[in-house]
């Protein structure tokens, strides 16, 4: 990539010692207080020290010191996620790289060149710390307990540094204190709160841990209702009280707690149980085992001191990162160029040329890290196998489960609200849509009942829909029961007015409530945490005799969709391209009347043509030639006549409120920098014509 | 009573609502800024015994405003008023020594009992 | 159990919403139009990166709006108790707009004028009388002689799941 010798060459190399020095340095330094304090800033900072050292040292042609910082970041990666304990050994290993490195960085600029010697040995060493557990690594791709959070006794599983500290506060007289601190419930920033409790502790005892942890990317708020503080302390409340009785806070509660037991000093060994990541006989918390099995700490997916994320997706991050390193050295040379007088039309190709593959790099890191908050949605689905099966037993309906769209992808915080109101639903499904088998015989359905749960993406929403082939909504029921709680009109109301009475409290029609379904959580409850919780949709889909449908719209929440910008009577509107099959035109002749509507042949059949006047209940301008687009929604495909085609654009789109789009046209809506409003279309209503 | 307080808040709504109530419960309103930089110059002149900053501000923001006032006294009494959606901005104050936050729209029971732990303290 | 509220002159009537509800005031300007929108949703305004709805509270409540008050002195016009004035009225300067977040959902309410906030001791609530109003209006109460009308945000924001339909109007 860069040339072997000239000037350019000199300054580079200049450019890369002045940096590699300064770097060598600031990581010897950087272990050394880790060995003081465990910190997680700190953490991150060494690991990103060693990788810049790793991809510079590469860069320049080093491949030694490039391999050393190499396996130095490997198992600083496995140290930060958990898999290796940062002991005593470990860390002389990782101070010996960063002296070696220093003493390597100061050869290369006396000498021009690295010296192999006494490398190979550490390299070795410490690939075989990152060896030995490297299998493990790979095994905490997917949803995983951290190992953080232990039911035995209630204590966290502390690290090394942590058990260290404890230590020292012993010796100095003091004891172990869990004190748990309740939020105000209607305080809405939980967080802040905690972390001003927090800051308040920090400053008179020492915090050894807090969780969920106050560091790192904010859970989501509730998980900080209760915040519980690992702190030692000499005797005495009084301070502990005056530092977290702040203002907003319901309750606190102080324990003074035996230290945990040690473990020997680089004994623990991490066993790898099918999905989970547990800690071995490692004699943590008095003494007793914390290996327990799969099913105890798999039992509490959710319960996270820190997120896991797929490594895969952590290195397509990184390879990002040093995507950007080359580009930073390429522009640096370039602008060496500009003061040498290098040719001005050279410089400005190779400056486009590279603000071309930023530009792409930054939406690819943007994504990328989008899609670290991303998790798929088989984490909640994984539960419906065995909750089908139960039911099904347990109601004696033999009932057969389909499950699609689990790669789905969807954001943390999402997942822990969506899984009561899903479950809910099934419920409901097998409880009152599913008819037993010999009424199904009757009726000439299969004795075994299906229920569908399916989740896909639609521009800037996740879909799931639960559909099963059961009884359908018995409207007139409904109509009934609506009579008979006195709601005015009842007899009048259409049949999708009374599909959305479903969602009121008080409206189930089986009068005997029973175990199953009804209890607590009722569809009004499902409406409420969809709709108000997260600010998504719930409809009711439903063919009498044929079965019942359940489709949840969620809003990503903030989502960059690229898309086509197109104009319509003087509005301004997106559509996902991922929605997006082709631009059109269209003729008048070619559009034909058929009875649904008007339709117009594309790739061999007949769509149905929809405007954007059309679906907004104005007059579609009449025209000889129409521009359009070619819209599919699953597997319904639509042209849609606008007046113009812009150009490609990619919208950050937020919610729309429903005062503002009533009928569910769009799926958000962004505001241009000249302030401009573009509201982005929800291609679903192509298969609003079903049911 | 009769803690002396100063508002600063560039909506003039906020100041006449935070004004009534403090007025209300016997407290001293010895000034308003509209800005962090009249935040910071009013603080200098009435010495006042707490601050209520608003976070967003033209000209100068709370964060740096309180920056600056705890530089003329370490031991200011600042609270933090924020609109949702600002959480991180609240966290970098609290790391900067503000000793509570109020979130808006806020009931008058949190701004007084704000107020009041903040006057029992130091 | 004392409450504050701010008050606002809608027409002749006095209203008002919690304190707490209330995010800012603004003035008119800025409102965007929406292709598709309830109708009585004049259009939607940019506040600190939301899109926020407004809502013309006159045609919200309905017609008679003008009911309550026996202060005629505003900046709507015609100004006679029971005298409807409709459209065109927002023109004077005293007009704002009522940035209000209720369950979640942020919402503007275009008002003729924003005046003082009163204290409202709960048992002096009593419930609405016109017919026209129950909608939309939790309570009223008197004071100095006003009648003061307090508003439910959350029926005025429902829309389109309502049973009643598309309300007055």
């Not at chain 1, 569809?523 to 439903?542: H, K, Q, Y």
């Not at chain 2, 009013?42 to 600056?68: C, F, H, W």
């Not at chain 3, 900046?75 to 927002?90: C, E, F, I, L, T």
């Amino acid at each position: 990539m860069f040339g072997t010798n000239g000037p350019d060459d000199a300054r580079l190399k200049r450019a890369f010692l002045e940096e590699g020095e300064e770097l060598v340095q600031k990581l010897g330094e950087s272990l050394t207080a880790l060995e003081q304090r465990s910190d997680k800033d700190l953490m991150n900072e060494i690991f990103r020290l060693t990788h810049s050292l790793k991809s510079e040292s590469a860069l320049m042609g080093y491949a030694s010191l490039s391999r050393l910082a190499h396996t130095m970041e490997d198992v600083l990666g496995m140290v930060r996620s958990g898999t290796l304990v940062l002991g005593k050994e470990v860390l002389d290993l990782l101070m010996a790289g960063a002296d070696r490195s220093a003493v390597m960085m100061s050869e290369i600029s006396r000498e021009g060149r690295e010296s192999e010697a006494g490398t190979s040995d550490l390299v070795n060493d410490l690939s075989a710390l990152a060896g030995a557990n490297g299998g493990a690594r790979k095994a905490s791709v997917g949803p995983v307990a951290a190992p953080a959070s232990d039911a035995l006794n209630g204590y966290p599983m502390f690290d090394e540094m942590e058990l260290r500290r404890m230590d020292e506060a012993r010796d100095r007289g003091e004891s172990l204190v869990r004190l748990s601190v309740t939020v105000v419930a209607d305080e809405p920033m939980k967080y802040a709160r905690a972390f001003l409790v927090f800051s308040n502790l920090e400053q008179v005892v020492n915090v050894i841990r807090v969780v969920p942890p106050l560091d790192g990317e904010p859970l989501e708020e509730f998980r900080y209702g209760k915040t519980v503080f690992y702190l030692t302390a000499p005797p005495g409340d009084d301070v502990i009280k005056g530092a977290s009785c702040v203002d907003q806070i319901a309750s606190v509660e102080i324990e003074r707690i035996d230290f945990p037991g040690r473990p020997d000093a680089g004994t623990v060994t991490w066993a790898v149980g099918g999905d989970s990541l547990h800690a071995g006989d490692s004699g943590i918390a008095r003494g007793e085992s914390a290996a327990g099995n799969d099913s105890s700490v798999s039992n509490r997916p959710l319960e996270k001191a820190s997120i896991r994320v797929d490594t895969r997706k952590l290195d397509e991050l990184w390879s990002f990162v040093a995507e950007l390193v080359l580009h930073k050295a390429h522009i640096s040379r370039l602008s060496d160029g500009v003061a040498r007088g290098m040719d001005v039309s050279v410089i400005r190709e190779e400056l486009v040329e590279s603000f071309d593959s930023l530009e792409k790099l930054s939406s690819g890191m943007q994504q990328a890290m989008r899609d670290t908050r991303m998790i798929p949605i088989s984490i909640i689905f994984n539960k419906f196998p065995r909750l089908v099966r139960d039911l099904s037993r347990k109601l004696e309906k033999p009932v057969e489960l389909a499950l699609s769209g689990e790669d789905t992808e969807i954001d943390r915080s999402i997942i822990e609200s969506l899984s009561d109101p899903l479950t809910h639903i099934i419920r409901n499904a097998l409880d009152h849509g599913i008819e037993f088998p010999e009424e199904r015989v009757r009726l000439g359905k299969p004795e075994k009942g299906r229920i569908t749960v399916s989740a896909w993406r639609q521009g800037g929403t996740i879909v799931i829909e639960l559909a099963d082939d059961g009884r359908g909504l018995d409207t007139e029921s409904i109509r009934n029961k609506a009579v008979s709680l006195g709601i005015p009109d009842a007899s009048s109301l259409s049949e999708t007015q009374l599909r959305e009475l479903v969602f009121l409290p008080g409206f189930s029609t089986r009068e005997v409530v029973t175990d199953v379904s009804g209890r607590g959580v009722g569809m009004d409850v499902v409406a409420t945490r969809i709709r108000n919780d997260l600010r998504g949709d719930v409809e009711l889909a439903s063919e009498p005799g044929k079965g019942t449908r359940v489709i949840l719209r969620l809003p990503l929440t903030i989502t960059i969709v690229n898309s086509l910008l197109v104009a319509d009577h003087t509005h301004l509107y997106a559509i996902p391209l991922d929605d997006l099959d082709s631009t059109a035109k269209l003729t008048a002749a070619e559009m034909s009347l058929e009875e649904g509507g008007e339709t117009a042949p594309w790739m061999g059949e007949q769509i149905p043509v929809h405007s954007m006047a059309g679906l907004l209940g104005l007059e579609r301008t009449p025209r000889e030639e129409y521009f359009a687009v070619v819209l599919h929604h699953g597997t319904s495909r639509g042209f849609l006549i606008v007046d113009e085609l812009i150009e490609e654009r990619e919208i950050v789109i937020k919610p729309v409120d429903d005062l503002v789009n009533p009928s569910r046209l769009f799926s958000g809506v962004s505001v241009l920098d000249d302030g401009r409003l573009v509201f982005m279309l929800d291609t679903s209503f192509l298969r609003r014509d079903y049911f | 009573m009769g803690a002396t307080i100063l508002i600063a808040d560039d909506l003039s709504f906020m100041r006449m609502i935070q004004r009534e109530i403090l007025t209300e419960r016997g407290y001293t309103v010895v000034g308003e800024a509209t800005d962090g930089i009249d935040a910071v110059n009013k603080y200098q002149s009435l010495s006042p015994d707490l601050v209520l900053l608003d976070i967003t501000m033209p000209n100068m923001n709370g964060l740096e405003a309180m920056r600056k006032i705890f530089a003329i006294n370490p031991k200011a009494r600042v609270i933090m008023c924020s609109a949702l959606g600002q959480q991180s901005l609240i966290v970098e104050a609290i790391r900067a020594g503000v000793k509570d936050f109020i979130v808006k729209p806020f009931k008058p029971e949190r701004i007084l009992s704000a107020i009041a732990k903040a006057m029992q303290s130091s | 159990m004392t409450r504050r509220y701010v008050s606002f002159l809608l027409g002749a009537g006095r209203y008002c919403v919690p304190v707490d509800e209330v995010l800012q005031i603004v003035r008119p300007e800025g409102i965007m139009e929406v292709p598709q929108a309830a109708p009585f949703v004049t259009g939607v305004i940019n506040i600190r990166g939301d899109v926020v709805p407004v809502v013309d509270l006159k045609r919200r409540l309905g017609t008679d709006a003008t009911q309550g008050g026996n202060e005629p002195q505003d900046a709507s016009g015609d100004g006679q108790p029971g005298v409807q004035s409709r459209g065109g009225s927002r023109a004077g300067s005293r007009a704002r707009v009522v940035i209000v977040r209720s369950s979640n959902r942020l919402c503007g309410l275009e008002v003729d004028d924003v005046r003082e906030i009163v204290a409202i001791e709960e048992s002096s609530e009593e419930a609405p009388v016109s017919e026209a109003h129950t909608q939309f209006v939790r309570g009223v109460t008197h004071r100095d002689g006003n009648l003061f009308l307090i508003l439910d945000l959350q029926r005025i924001l429902s829309a389109g799941r309502d049973l009643a339909a598309a309300g007055p109007s």
